[in-house]
């Protein structure tokens, strides 16, 4: 049996030099051999953007540690496909974000997309974030993703696996649940302003918070139960439930031909 350290990825959205991300990298150093590969200044809400139209800078700050100017799935992209490609990562973790990616978030957050990159570049990946807006303590959240990673590298896993975990902030959580995928609403208010030049400028996003109360959900589990949510995740976005729906719809002049295997 092989002596040699398990290769770990760690990125982010916050930028190489969060918090977050220092809590994340010393919580799996004692279990392997860890490269940070992560955006060069914060990119939160960057989503799944890839940079195709501009060419992408790195810069080494230190031994296997990186800074990149693009997006947390850039980052996961050239770490997989071209710092570590001789020897690519067993397991790519992202974050710890500082704030939330429950729900709806997951849509929005560069902290997830990073690790869905990574899986979907066959790697098995796990986004990490805390659920708090202020008084950012890492020291429970890196602690169960220590024990989350330990026990993930102690099993075979599949390459396109995907977990989000939240992370309550604030408390000491006293377990964790299996969840799914809950829903939200930061409010839909869009505060309009005047520069000093006279132009209207815009902000979007509410502040105006609550979410459903779905069992099961992460939402549910974080806010409600007080315990870490942990949801897999996968990349199949088809709604199974509305084929049968969108199959009685009639477009005039075109005949509908059903897919090959159906």
């Known amino acids: 049996m092989s002596d040699k350290p398990k290769r770990i990825l760690v990125s982010n959205d916050d ?101 869905m990159e990574g899986a979907l570049l066959g790697v098995p990946a796990i986004a990490f974030s805390l659920v708090a807006r202020r008084n950012f303590d890492f020291a429970p959240a890196a602690r169960f993703a220590r024990s989350l990673v330990s026990s993930a590298l102690s099993r075979p896993l599949p390459p396109r696996m995907l977990l989000n975990v939240n992370i309550p902030g604030g408390v000491e959580p006293e377990g964790y649940a299996i969840t799914r995928q809950g829903r939200h609403s930061y409010g839909f208010e869009v505060v309009e302003n005047e520069d000093p030049r006279g132009r209207k400028y815009y902000w979007i996003g509410g502040s105006d918070y609550q979410h459903e109360d779905i069992p ?30 969108l199959s009685g719809w009639q477009v005039d002049g075109f005949n509908r031909h059903e897919p090959d295997g159906a």
């Open 15 to 115: 930028g190489y030099f969060s918090e977050g991300l220092q809590a994340l990298v010393e919580a799996v150093s004692p279990l392997g051999e860890v490269w940070v590969v992560a955006p060069d200044r914060e990119q939160s809400a960057a989503s799944h953007a890839i940079s195709l139209h501009r060419p992408l800078r790195i810069k080494e700050m230190r031994a296997r540690w990186f800074a990149v100017d693009g997006t947390p799935a850039d980052c996961a992209y050239l770490a997989i496909n071209h710092l570590l490609k001789d020897d690519r990562p067993v397991l790519m973790v992202s974050g710890i974000n500082h704030g939330a990616n429950l729900a709806e978030d997951i849509m929005y957050s560069g902290t997830v997309a990073a690790a």
């Open 216 to 245: 099961g959900s992460d939402c549910n589990a974080v806010f409600r139960d007080k315990r870490v949510s942990v949801t897999p995740l996968h990349f199949e976005l088809t709604d199974h439930g509305r084929l049968p729906d």
